[in-house]
């Protein structure tokens, strides 16, 4: 099974030369799927979701996106306030929270911003109880997705969390969640959930992925996505930056699964 991950395309704010190149990288590929963890616009504008779109379709893979704080208008306050999702649903042309089950890979995208937040993002109690029902039967790989971040890359301290991240990370053990997904940090990062959660009971994945295509770098690195390939038990999760022209893969991780989840095996960095 082999994914690929993209956060934060941001577009409204996006580097051309840079969104046709992640295009070409990752139409070559043989991908079942591409998970797209929000902040797909700058300000939920129609021509922002067009966009954003058109280049997921162009992919020529099947997707699936959730929304990001940048995909709720901010400034059309009576839509924000009464119809928050709209825009993001009318310009994806899907739900805004999904729930996906082939071929061995089950996904649930949970909608973290709230119209009550400017910037952060918050599950709350019915997200956390659909955590608890959404997975079930038999799966190789068992995803949550969101757009805000459930541990905090170390190139970016003082950052919140989403809120409720403790009640929805025990509900995620408890349903045999291998990985989460999300962004909005604009850095790349992966954790072992249960070092950074202790008590959690379930060694779980997370990662986190730079902007894809978009001027909005942070921490001096520069835009990424993430390939995910599980192999029997074993995960390989790549990330591929934008280096010199082109997206190359500057580090890799493998995860190991075991009886209490994923523990990392080995992980190489590129310079
Ligand atoms: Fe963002």
Known sequence: MRLAHLTDLHFGAEVPEVVAALRDDLAGRDLDHVLVSGDLTMRARAGQFRAARELL??????????????????????????RPLSAYRKGVGRRAEPELGSGGLQVLGLSSPKRYLSRNGR???????????????????????LHHPVFRPAQRPGQPLVRGAE????????????????????????????????GLGRHMIAVASGTACSRRTRAGESQSYTLLELTGDTLSVHVRHWNDGRFETLSETTWQRGADGWLPARAACRS
Not at 59 to 81: K, Q
Not at 134 to 141: H, N, R, V
Not at 171 to 190: E, F, K
């Open 123 to 145: 599950i709350d109690a019915a997200q956390v109880a659909r955590i608890g029902t959404a997975f079930t039967g038999p799966a190789g790989l068992r995803v949550l997705m």
């Open 57 to 82: 379709e162009s992919i020529g893979h099947p997707w699936t996106s959730v929304p990001g704080n940048h995909d709720l208008p901010l400034f059309r306050v009576l839509t924000r306030a009464f």
């Open 167 to 198: 009640q929805a990370l025990r509900a995620a053990a408890r349903a045999g969640v291998d990985v989460i997904l999300c962004g909005h940090d604009h850095v790349q990062a992966q954790a072992d959930l249960a070092l950074t959660w202790p």
